[in-house]
């Protein structure tokens, strides 16, 4: 049984250890996610996300939570899709990959990710669920002090469904 679940609704108001931030490389705050997650933790992290100097694609960075019932943010770039030709699949990946590392590196037990690139960046949900769900659950093979509960949240119209018709695919359920 793969520790991934689907959950529906806001990451700004869930009690985890860390949600983890769509974010742009500047880390200066956006749309989407990035501009709930800045509304809810407060100004504070825009100070903090100022001295961090971005991220690049495919990278995390952490910081407080501030307001938010969730300790952590950690923050990620993931790709924008152009059609999946440039490596796409390959930056999401490796999105994951750094933010669970960060996540096992912090001792956290319980992450919840937005579906990464599928707002503005373009991404197909139902592909970049099943390289979410390939990528969490290779770490976890791989990877000691992995989070015990790793949710995925659904937040437009019908995303739960797509999210959880790929996880019951790959035989999570
Ligand atoms: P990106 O630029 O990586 O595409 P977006 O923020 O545009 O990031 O969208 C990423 C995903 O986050 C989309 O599926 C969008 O529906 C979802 N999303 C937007 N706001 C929230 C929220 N408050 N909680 C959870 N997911 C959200």
């Known amino acids: ?3 991934i679940q689907i959950v529906s609704g806001d990451i700004t108001k869930l009690t985890v250890d860390a949600i983890v931030n769509a974010a742009n490389p500047s880390l200066l705050g956006g749309g989407g996610v990035d501009g709930a997650i800045h509304r809810a933790a407060g100004p504070e992290l825009l100070a903090v996300c100022r001295r961090l100097g971005g ?3 495919g990278d995390a960075k952490i910081t407080p939570g ?3 019932p969730a300790s952590y943010i950690i923050h990620c770039v993931g790709p924008v899709w152009h059609g999946g030709t440039r490596g796409e699949a390959e930056l999401l990946a490796s999105t ?3 933010a669970m590392a ?3 590196e912090h001792r956290l037990q319980s992450v919840a990710f937005p579906a990464i690139s599928c707002g503005i960046y373009g991404y197909p949900l139902a592909q970049a669920t099943l390289v979410a769900i390939q990528t969490i659950e ?3 093979r791989q990877g000691a002090g992995l989070p015990e509960k790793v949710f995925l949240v659904a937040f437009a119209d019908n995303d739960q469904q797509v999210m959880s018709r790929v996880l019951a695919d790959c035989g999570a359920e």
């Open 66 to 68: 501030f307001n938010l």
């Open 102 to 104: 960060l996540a096992a």
């Open 96 to 98: 994951y990959r750094q």
């Open 55 to 57: 991220c690049a694609a």
């Open 138 to 140: 290779q770490c976890r």
């Open 1 to 3: 049984m793969l520790p």
